[in-house]
T-cell receptor, first 113, second 113 residues
Framework: GESVGLHLPTLSVQEGDNSIINCAYSNSASDYFIWYKQESGKGPQFIIDIRSNMDKRQGQRVTVLLNKTVKHLSLQIAATQPGDSAVYFCAETRPGGSYIPTFGRGTSLIVHP | KAGVTQTPRYLIKTRGQQVTLSCSPISGHRSVSWYQQTPGQGLQFLFEYFSETQRNKGNFPGRFSGRQFSNSRSEMNVSTLELGDSALYLC????????????FGSGTQLSVL
């Protein structure tokens, strides 16, 4: 999940397990959400997005679930691999005017071989 | 297509100095955004440029400024550096700056001594 402290929440999994990373977003009016992955020494990289008229979207080995009732987003990674080790951010975009996304604090995923 | 390119990769400055960071977006992308990333505050939006105009601005002091050129390349400038400006500065581009995914560069790591 997300944290307001200095330390990122960390999820440790074994290679081959499924991973679930959670994100609580702040604005009930937000209508577009993106998950990004940031590997060490690199900038964030797009993984998958979802609009508020959907509650689930699938990509390659990843699924995003959106629960607007409780303002919750999750990223599921199937058959997690060591290359999935990174910090994962959710970002929300609100309607009206600027489309600047607001990023969550991030979750560190560590995959053990 | 080449990705987003940021230069320099690393910078060391002392308090009171000023610094200029450069960003070349993906060819065809007209929107360029800048973010500051620190362990304590996460990804914070600085500003967004579109067609050489600052279209959106985050909550940063006036010491932080930027510009965009006719070829969409962008620079950001920080004057009178403070210790707290030490951070990873990320540039992101997108085609229109609308409700769409961002493409990030690898960032410039700025250390202020």
């Amino acid at each position: 999940g997300e944290s307001v402290g200095l330390h990122l929440p960390t999820l440790s999994v074994q290679e081959g397990d499924n991973s679930i990373i959670n994100c609580a977003y702040s604005n009930s009016a937000s209508d577009y959400f993106i998950w990004y992955k940031q590997e060490s020494g690199k900038g964030p990289q797009f993984i998958i997005d979802i609009r508020s008229n959907m509650d689930k979207r699938q990509g390659q080995r990843v699924t995003v679930l959106l629960n607007k009732t409780v303002k919750h987003l999750s990223l599921q990674i199937a058959a997690t691999q060591p290359g999935d080790s990174a910090v994962y951010f959710c970002a929300e975009t609100r309607p009206g005017g600027s489309y600047i996304p607001t990023f969550g604090r991030g979750t560190s995923l560590i995959v053990h071989p | 297509k080449a990705g987003v390119t940021q230069t320099p990769r690393y910078l060391i400055k002392t308090r009171g100095q000023q610094v200029t960071l450069s960003c070349s977006p993906i060819s065809g992308h007209r929107s360029v955004s800048w973010y500051q990333q620190t362990p304590g505050q996460g990804l914070q939006f600085l500003f967004e440029y579109f067609s050489e105009t600052q279209r959106n601005k985050g909550n940063f002091p006036g010491r932080f400024s930027g510009r965009q050129f006719s070829n969409s390349r962008s620079e950001m400038n920080v004057s009178t550096l403070e210790l707290g400006d030490s951070a990873l500065y990320l540039c992101a581009s997108s085609p229109t700056g609308g409700r769409e995914k961002l493409f990030f560069g690898s960032g410039t790591q700025l250390s202020v001594l």
